[in-house]
């Protein structure tokens, strides 16, 4: 069974055009994080959440927001997708608390600007 | 954070063991090596974890020598399925929000052939 749920699969935006996607976890952990991936490349960390304490990496854009009403769902927000955005956008979780703790991806959420 | 570094690309054949090693020179004393798989179009999936010595599970071992500055994951009797991109990473995923993320290196991209 899916543990980390991202919403949609697919998504077709216009240019400038906002978009959000969403992410559920059924595992209750601590920490979310929103990594981008673009074709033929590692993926890179926006940001990520440990509880709502929200950590922003210092090259992610301001284009690109987050949030976290509560400990199941994040959100990823593009206020206005250029068309070097589309990309795939992967939701992970863990937990903390104990060391060696595994991080759990989603199957991502692939983004094409028109 | 530590760097990591890895080949770009392995290629092998069905049936072999693949080793893949991967430069960790400024690893952390709190810091654990995670090996993740990813297929393309999907998200990074766990493959094995190690913090010192060998690990071993039902998919792979991990070596780590002494000093911690490298790891080699080895892969038995790979088969065609095995062609994936893999990535090493180094990092702490416990305690505050100043901790707790993980970032990716290029990945090595194993190709199986027949």
């Known amino acids: 069974d899916a543990m980390v749920i991202q919403n949609p699969r697919y998504q077709v935006t216009q240019f400038g055009k906002p978009v959000t996607l969403s992410c559920s976890q059924t595992?209750?952990?601590?920490?979310m994080y929103w990594y981008q991936q673009k074709s033929s490349q590692a993926p890179k960390l926006l940001f990520h959440y440990y509880d709502k304490d929200f950590n922003n990496e210092a090259d992610t854009p301001d284009n690109f927001q987050s949030r976290r009403p509560n400990t199941s769902f994040c959100f990823l927000d593009i206020r206005s997708p250029g068309l070097g955005d589309a990309a795939m956008y992967l939701c992970a979780t863990s937990r903390p608390g104990g060391r060696g703790n595994t991080i759990y991806f989603g199957e991502g959420s692939w983004l094409t600007v028109v | 954070l530590a760097k990591t570094t890895q080949p770009i690309s392995m290629d092998s054949y069905e049936g072999q063991e693949v080793n893949i090693t991967c430069s960790h020179n400024?690893?952390?004393?709190?810091?654990?090596i995670t090996w993740y798989q990813q297929f393309p179009s999907q998200g990074p999936r766990f493959i094995i974890q190690?913090?010192?010595t060998k690990v071993t599970n039902e998919v792979a071992s991990l070596f780590i020598p002494a000093d911690r500055k490298s790891s080699t994951l080895s892969l038995p009797r790979v088969s065609l399925s095995d062609t994936a991109v893999y990535y090493c990473?180094?990092?702490?995923?416990?305690?505050?929000?100043?901790?707790?993320?993980?970032?990716f290196g290029q990945g090595t991209t194993l190709q199986v052939k027949p």
């Open positions: 190690g913090y010192k």
């Open positions: 990473l180094v990092g702490d995923i416990e305690g505050s929000s100043n901790t707790g993320k993980l970032i």
């Open positions: 595992l209750n952990h601590n920490v």
């Open positions: 400024n690893i952390a004393t709190n810091d654990y």
